[in-house]
C-alpha cells in the first residue's frame, strides 16, 4: 500500500522520501504503536531493615549479600512465568500476564510469592549471616505495558496504578507476609488460603486498599470444577451425551474409556467437565472422582497429576509431614490391595508420586512404576468405578 503526498494528494510507493509527482519532502510514518492495554498481575518485594543493615557494610559486603538473595528470587519468579521487570537494591518488581500472557497469572504470582517467601528461609538456614526477611505485595489490574522494553537495561514495562498499588501493599505488610489486593484475592481465593488483613493507608489514595494475607495454597484435588454463576448449560448437549454414554460403557464393560475435550479457552471444556460431576452427585452410587492438573510452570511436574490424584485418594495435605503423609499412603493402599506383598511393592512406587522418596536401587524402575501406578488403580477400580481427570 502506498503513502499520500500532504501537498499533491499523490499516491506514492511507501519506501521513498520525495513524491514522485511534485516532488515535495513526504512526512516520515508515525512507528507504530508498542504500548498495549493489558490485565497484569504485579509482585513487588523488599527485604526489611536492610538498608540500615548495609549502611554498616563495605559495599562488596552488600553485594556478597545480596548476590545469592537476587540469584533465588529471580529463579523462583521465574519458575511460574513471572518476568523480573527491575531489582531496585534490595526491592524487586515482577509481572505475570506481560509480555506473555497465561489464563492464571494472579494465582502463580501468589504460589510465586509464597515459594519467595520460603526461599528467603532456606537462604538463612544455608549461612551464618544475619536472617533476611521479606514483606510482599501483590496487585491484578490493567496497566499499560511496553511491548519492546528491555528490563535488563533498566527500562520500565508497565505502568499504572496497579503497579503502584502493589508497591504501597508491600510496605504495609507485615514480616515476611504476603498481602494481596482484591481482584487478586478473587482470582485465587479458590487455590490460596488467606486470612483478612488490615486495609492499607496507601499514600495518594483516597480510601485505604483492602488487602488479604496469603498463608499458604490449599490442599485441593487438581483443577476446581466448581462452577459460579448458574446459567443453564447451552448447546453441549451432544458432548455432555458423549462423556455420560463413555461413563456408562465404563461401567457396563468394565473397560477403561478415554474421552478427550479440546477447544481453545473459554469455549467450555471445564462446564462439560463440572456437568458430567454433576451427573454423578445426583447418583446414588459412589464413584471415586480424582482429579489433577498438568503444569504448564516448574520443574519436575512431568507427572504432578497423576500425583495430586495420589495425594486426594490418600487424604494427603500440603501441611503434612513427611511421616503422616507415609502413614497415610501406606493405610489407602492396604484398603484397596488384600495382599501385603503386592500391597508393599506398590506402595514403594507410589512414595516418590506423593512427595516421599522411594527406593534407589540404581537401575531404571520407570517401567515398573508404570505397572505399580496402573495396578493401584485397576485394584480401586475392582471396588468402585474411578474417574480421572487430566
Known amino acids: 500500500m502506498g503513502r499520500k503526498c500532504t501537498t499533491c494528494a499523490a499516491v506514492v510507493a511507501p519506501d521513498v522520501a520525495f513524491c514522485t509527482s511534485c516532488g515535495a519532502p513526504l512526512e516520515a510514518e508515525a512507528p507504530a504503536s508498542t504500548e498495549e492495554r493489558k490485565i497484569v498481575s504485579v509482585l513487588f518485594a523488599d527485604l526489611v531493615g536492610f538498608t540500615s543493615r548495609a549502611e554498616r557494610l563495605d559495599p562488596e559486603e552488600v553485594r556478597g549479600f545480596l548476590a545469592p538473595y537476587y540469584a533465588r528470587v529471580r529463579a523462583e519468579l521465574e519458575r511460574f512465568g513471572g518476568t523480573v521487570e527491575k531489582f531496585i537494591g534490595d526491592a524487586v518488581m515482577a509481572l505475570f500476564g506481560a509480555p506473555v500472557a497465561h489464563e492464571d497469572d494472579p494465582e502463580r504470582a501468589v504460589r510465586a510469592a509464597l515459594a519467595v517467601r520460603d526461599a528467603i528461609g532456606e537462604l538463612n538456614a544455608s549461612r551464618n549471616a544475619p536472617a533476611l526477611q521479606i514483606r510482599v505485595g501483590v496487585t491484578t489490574g490493567e496497566a499499560l505495558v511496553t511491548r519492546d522494553a528491555r528490563p535488563s537495561e533498566g527500562e520500565g514495562m508497565a505502568a499504572g496504578d496497579v503497579v503502584n498499588t502493589a508497591a504501597r501493599l508491600q510496605a504495609g505488610a507485615p514480616v515476611d ?65 458423549a462423556l455420560r454414554d463413555s461413563l456408562a460403557r465404563a461401567r457396563r464393560e468394565r473397560t477403561a474409556q478415554l474421552v478427550t475435550l479440546v477447544g481453545v479457552p473459554g469455549i467450555g471444556k471445564s462446564r462439560l467437565v463440572y456437568e458430567l460431576w454433576a451427573t454423578l452427585e445426583a447418583n446414588p452410587e459412589l464413584v471415586y472422582w480424582r482429579q489433577g492438573r498438568s503444569l504448564p510452570y516448574g520443574d519436575g511436574v512431568s507427572f504432578w497429576a497423576l500425583g495430586e490424584m495420589m495425594k486426594a485418594q490418600a487424604g494427603i495435605l500440603e501441611s503434612d509431614g513427611a511421616e503422616v503423609a507415609a502413614e497415610k499412603l ?61
Open 330 to 390: 501406606h493405610g489407602a493402599v492396604a484398603h484397596v490391595l488384600a495382599d501385603p506383598a503386592e500391597a508393599s511393592w506398590i506402595e514403594g512406587h507410589l512414595r516418590p508420586l506423593v512427595g516421599l522418596s522411594g527406593e534407589s536401587t540404581g537401575r531404571d524402575l520407570r517401567g515398573e512404576s508404570f505397572a505399580a501406578w496402573r495396578r493401584f488403580l485397576e485394584a480401586l477400580a475392582e471396588l468402585h468405578p474411578v474417574v480421572l481427570v487430566f
Open 177 to 241: 507476609g504476603i498481602l494481596v489486593d482484591e481482584a487478586t484475592y478473587r482470582a485465587t481465593e479458590h487455590a490460596i488460603e488467606y486470612r483478612l488483613g488490615e486495609p492499607v493507608a496507601a499514600k495518594g489514595k483516597a480510601e485505604p486498599v483492602p488487602a488479604w494475607e496469603a498463608v499458604a495454597p490449599k490442599a485441593r484435588l487438581g483443577v476446581d470444577i466448581a462452577f459460579r454463576g448458574g446459567a443453564a448449560l447451552v448447546g453441549r448437549a451432544e458432548e455432555l451425551d
